[in-house]
């Protein structure tokens, strides 16, 4: 069992074999984009900074389709590619844009069915094959990612994405933390 840190988050293990620190900080990145979006109402998951256009409602938009897109798709080879065709040919940001018409409700939910279904789908890919299992879709130029690769990419997306999230939050109320 995870120690949880003053926010509820699950600290990561500090002498976890490699499987269970990848997972840990996937899901401590998760629950430090769940603090930074949670208690919030639609006006403030609208907000952005600046000259940027991003706000944490098209955050919880983007993120559960980047979930669905690199775990169901990539991975598994499971159903099309979330942002192709449909509303993203008309808008390529439709994801970010789609958001500010959706209650909180409807976009945390998005979001959390999306991170369950991953969760469900990365302990299906390591009981068949581990960390180098190879995603059944590979890239345009031919080359395929393994599950270890993909689960170090979405530490990295959340974490960027925990960035803005960090900046718009305390534009919204001034909540600061990591």
Excluded: C
């Amino acid at each position: 069992m995870a120690d949880i840190d003053e926010q509820g988050r699950p600290e990561p293990p500090v002498a976890g074999d490699e499987v269970a620190t990848l997972l840990g900080f996937l899901d401590f990145h998760r629950a430090t984009f769940a603090w930074k979006t949670g208690g919030l109402d639609g006006d403030a998951l609208r907000v952005s900074v600046g000259a940027s256009s991003m706000t944490l409602g098209g955050m919880l938009k983007h993120l559960a389709l980047v979930e669905q897109s690199w775990f169901a798709h990539r991975l598994h080879g499971r159903g099309e590619h979330p942002r192709r065709g449909g509303p993203f040919d008309a808008d390529p940001d439709w994801e970010w844009n789609a958001a500010a018409e959706e209650s909180p409700e409807q976009l945390r939910e998005q979001w959390t069915e999306a991170v369950a279904r991953s969760r469900d789908l990365v302990a299906e890919a390591l009981a068949d094959g581990g960390l180098d299992r190879l995603a059944a879709v590979p890239w345009p130029d031919g080359r395929t990612p393994s599950l270890r690769w993909i689960l170090v990419h979405m530490i990295e997306e959340y974490a960027r994405h925990n960035g803005h999230a960090d900046l718009i939050r305390e534009q919204i109320d001034g909540q600061t933390g990591e």
